[in-house]
């Protein structure tokens, strides 16, 4: 089979991951699929509905170890794929008041959500630089990198790592051809979509909240060789929310 290239995707069998890995199955790729143990097994049964010869494998990591990112991409260098295209979008929260916060929990957010990505870039540019091939990274930031609900520090702070580790790495990676830009999504929702009620659709400028395949339209356009103009930017999915002026009535 002939893939555009070989797409590393992270939080795999999530809300958001699991449609990323349909979408770029579907548009023709090779998928590396990614996420924890106990999640992979869901993920596999996803993609065989499809009954589509695929080229996909999955294997499973706990990105707060780092030592399990390096086996996740020696295993990779064992099957001979080379990662040209890297999508960080493994990511969770915790809410809970500021002064209950332990340090053990800021430092699993932000492993997770930033230090992983980190890693994960700089495994993914090592290959690619050793090659002399060319690439793309996306990493999945949030509009909470620059707005917040109270009581979200670590997630909020994560975010905004996010959004500073992508022009930073575009800055570096830029002379290897490695183009490097983050999405931050609003409101998506990955429950029951038709459980919505209209006000949570009708307060968004765009007259509905977000859903995956939004993400992933972009993903696709943000990976795809052909825009190679565009790099260190961050591209904001959320139907128009953070440029909405409020004011209490
Ligand atoms: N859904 C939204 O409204 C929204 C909005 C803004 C940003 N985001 C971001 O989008 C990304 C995907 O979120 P989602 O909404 O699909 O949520 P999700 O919880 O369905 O998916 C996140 C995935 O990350 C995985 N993950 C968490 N900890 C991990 C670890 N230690 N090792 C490996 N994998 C781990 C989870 O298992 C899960 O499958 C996240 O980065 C999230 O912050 C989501």
Redesign the pocket.
Do not use: E, K
């Given at each position: 089979m002939t893939t555009k290239g070989t797409v590393l995707i992270?939080?795999a069998?999530?809300?958001?991951?699991s449609v990323l890995v349909e979408a770029y199955l579907q548009a023709g790729w090779r998928v590396a699929a990614t996420?924890?143990e106990d999640?992979c097994a869901g993920l596999e049964q996803k993609i065989m509905r499809h009954g589509q010869a695929f080229e996909y494998t999955i294997i499973p990591?706990?990105?707060?170890q780092p030592a399990e990112i390096e086996r996740l991409f020696d295993r990779l260098d064992k099957h001979g794929w080379l990662v040209n295209t890297l999508i960080n979008?493994?990511?969770?929260?915790i809410t809970k008041k500021l002064t209950d916060l332990t340090v053990a929990e800021w430092d699993s957010v932000l492993n997770?959500?930033l230090r992983a990505a980190f890693l994960c870039a700089k495994e993914t540019a090592a290959r690619l630089r050793k090659t002399g091939s060319s690439g793309a990274i996306v990493n999945?930031s949030?509009?909470?990198a620059i707005m917040s609900e109270p009581n979200t520090e670590a997630y909020a702070a994560s975010k905004g790592g996010i959004s500073a580790l992508t022009h930073a790495l575009a800055a570096s990676l830029g002379p290897d051809g490695i183009r490097v830009n983050s999405i931050s999504?609003?409101?998506?929702e990955?429950g029951n979509y038709e459980a919505l009620r209209e006000a949570d659709h009708n307060q968004h400028p765009a007259g509905r909240v977000g859903r995956p395949d939004d993400i992933a339209r972009a993903c696709l356009y943000l990976t795809d060789p052909g825009n190679d103009f565009v790099t260190g930017t961050d591209l904001i999915i959320d139907g128009g929310m953070t440029r909405k002026m409020i004011y209490e009535p």
């Open positions: 992270t939080g069998a999530g809300g958001i991951g996420d924890l999640r990591a706990d990105l707060q979008n493994a990511g969770f929260g997770v959500n999945i949030s509009t909470r999504p609003g409101w998506i990955i």
